[in-house]
């Protein structure tokens, strides 16, 4: 089931299927969040602050709003 990356709950994973078309999508592409990737939820901010995702090793923080940008596949943990 295809769904974005706002979606994910605490510590689930997923794997990045494609990046809406948006003017942050080559940023997110630069940032490391390529199609193909595997990322996990680590943390989400209180009051819709920001949500922090693993991926290849680092932590990386975005905004609820731009990881609505990323579309992805949930994969068992």
Same mark, same amino acid.
Request: glycine residues 6%; without cysteine.
């Given at each position: $089931? ?11 994973? !997923?794997?990045? &299927?494609? &990046? ?7 940023? /997110?592409?630069?940032?490391? +969040?390529?199609? =193909?990737?595997? *990322?996990? /939820?680590?943390? *989400?901010?209180? !009051?819709?602050?920001? $949500? !922090? +995702?693993?991926?290849? =090793? ?20």
């Amino acid at each position: $089931m295809s769904q974005s990356a706002d979606q994910l709950k605490l510590s689930e994973s !997923a794997v990045i &299927i494609d &990046i809406a078309d948006s003017p942050l999508k080559i940023n /997110l592409l630069e940032m490391g +969040f390529l199609p =193909g990737k595997r *990322i996990m /939820l680590s943390h *989400i901010a209180p !009051a819709s602050g920001p $949500m !922090a +995702f693993r991926m290849d =090793g680092s932590t990386l923080a975005l905004r609820k709003s731009e990881a609505s940008l990323i579309k992805i596949e949930s994969i068992q943990n």
